[in-house]
T-cell receptor, first 111, second 114 residues
Framework: QQQVKQSPQSLIVQKGGIPIINCAYE??????FPWYQQFPGKGPALLIAIRPDVSEKKEGRFTISFNKSAKQFSLHIMDSQPGDSATYFC??????????FGAGTTVTVRA | DVKVTQSSRYLVKRTGEKVFLECVQDMDHENMFWYRQDPGLGLRLIYF???????EKGDIPEGYSVSREKKERFSLILESASTNQTSMYLC?????????????FGPGTRLTVL
């Protein structure tokens, strides 16, 4: 049983569009919510992470929005570029010890 | 830069064989992890080790065992490979001294069991 539910499974946007990936969790003890980015043939790499004491975090063109009461968080990719085409995983954990990952979203940005 | 290496990128084995997957990290990290990645299921934790000779089961340990004799090396063992263990296997490491540390992943080993 997956502790973090991620949607959509895949999405396609035009260059400059804003792909949005959503995740939901049930365990209220979770206090660390990272996003990992994976390119074909590579292992995942940390993209951005948030703790529940803030509702939004931005790093470059990537923004995490966090809604503690709804137990949901999302990733927005602003001004998306073809180089952002990758699979994105949300995750959650108590501390960062054992991460529970979502199923992944494959994002394709068309030029 | 942290580097996590895995012994093979691709591996083909037969049902019933004993399979060893090796992972080495070069940053003196205390914690190491083994995941399997399957389409539609994301990454699922098989085992992790928080220090040498220490291990703890993850979410799907059945059919697997691990060994950590040295700090830099973490091995995943399939005692008797089965076709449902065909998957991408990812190793990761992280520092253990502080909380909220990034996990660093290797490139993965794609295992096919025939």
């Amino acid at each position: 049983q997956q502790q973090v539910k991620q949607s959509p499974q895949s999405l396609i946007v035009q260059k400059g569009g804003i792909p949005i990936i959503n995740c939901a969790y049930e365990n209220t003890a979770f206090d660390y919510f990272p996003w990992y980015q994976q390119f074909p043939g590579k292992g995942p790499a940390l993209l951005i992470a948030i703790r529940p004491d803030v509702s939004e975090k931005k790093e470059g063109r990537f923004t995490i929005s966090f809604n503690k009461s709804a137990k949901q968080f999302s990733l927005h990719i602003m001004d998306s570029q073809p180089g952002d085409s990758a699979t994105y995983f949300c995750a959650a954990s108590f501390r960062d010890y054992k991460l529970s990952f979502g199923a992944g979203t494959t994002v394709t940005v068309r030029a | 830069d942290v580097k996590v290496t895995q012994s093979s990128r691709y591996l083909v084995k037969r049902t019933g064989e004993k399979v060893f997957l090796e992972c080495v990290q070069d940053m003196d990290h205390e914690n190491m992890f083994w995941y399997r990645q399957d389409p539609g299921l994301g990454l699922r934790l098989i085992y992790f080790s928080y220090d040498v000779k220490m291990k703890e089961k993850g979410d799907i340990p059945e059919g697997y065992s691990v060994s950590r004799e040295k700090k830099e090396r973490f091995s995943l063992i399939l005692e008797s490979a089965s076709t449902n263990q065909t998957s991408m296997y990812l190793c990761a490491s992280r520092p253990g001294l502080a909380e909220y540390n990034e996990q660093f992943f290797g490139p993965g080993t794609r295992l096919t069991v025939l």
